[in-house]
């Protein structure tokens, strides 16, 4: 099934903790996002990658990298979790920018 | 920064007609999409409007006003399975021309 695949699917980490989200997908979408979504605040733009080899800082980028090394990959990864990370991770693709298709997401708790 | 705002809960009845607002926010506009999420799910696209007026899908229509900054997402013959939230997102000339979201919209659809 065509689409986007986030795994884990739930993890507890400790905090000071390294953690890397997985995302892959296979529409051979140009661009892929991830974002993280909180109780009352939405979805919030964490990293972007336009095209692979390419990355940029959204909204919340502070505590995350990404990398792009493929048309297919975009890892997240936490170098030091702190509680404040605890959320639901969403990575999405798009190839004409109109509409996202989303993963069915992480949910991170940061204790 | 960019800004946008919608109602926190909506509530109809089976077979009604509701609209959910989105006012914004932004520095430059490209396009409002919409996207619906049940709990526990991710977030499906609806709908996207670059140009002002009304694009209809089935039961769901949206609009858009670039002099208001303002559109909406019309939801007629509510049904049950229509309960969900639903979120207004903003491309322009930030974070690689990528989408900004909104707090959501909760629907509670009524018997």
């Known amino acids: 099934i065509a689409g986007i695949t986030q795994a884990p699917t739930s993890q507890i980490l400790a905090a000071g903790r390294r953690m890397t989200l997985r995302c892959t997908q296979d529409?051979?979408?140009?661009?892929m996002y991830w974002y993280r979504q909180d109780l009352g605040l939405g979805l919030r733009l964490i990293h972007y990658s336009n095209t692979a080899g390419t990355t940029g800082k959204g909204e919340v980028p502070d505590g995350y990298s990404v990398s792009r090394a493929n048309t297919d990959d975009f890892p997240l990864t936490l170098a030091s979790a702190v509680p404040s990370q605890t959320s639901v991770y969403f990575c999405?693709?798009?190839?004409?920018?109109?509409?996202?298709?989303f993963g069915s997401g992480t949910r991170l708790t940061v204790v | 920064g960019q800004s946008l705002e919608q109602p926190s809960e909506v509530t109809a009845v089976e077979g009604a007609i509701v609209q959910i607002n989105c006012t914004y926010q932004?520095?430059?506009?490209?396009?409002l999409s919409w996207y619906q999420q049940h709990d526990g799910g991710a977030p499906t696209f609806l709908s996207y409007n670059a140009l002002d007026g009304l694009e209809e899908t089935g039961r769901f229509s949206s609009f858009l006003s670039r002099s208001d900054s303002y559109g909406y997402l019309l939801l007629q013959e509510l049904q049950m399975k229509d309960s969900a939230s639903y979120f207004c997102?903003?491309?322009?000339?930030?974070?690689?021309?990528?989408?900004?979201f909104g707090p959501g919209t909760r629907l509670s659809v009524l018997p």
């Open positions: 932004t520095s430059g506009f490209y396009g």
């Open positions: 529409m051979r979408h140009n661009a």
């Open positions: 999405a693709s798009s190839d004409k920018g109109r509409g996202y298709t």
């Open positions: 997102a903003v491309r322009g000339p930030f974070y690689g021309q990528n989408f900004v």
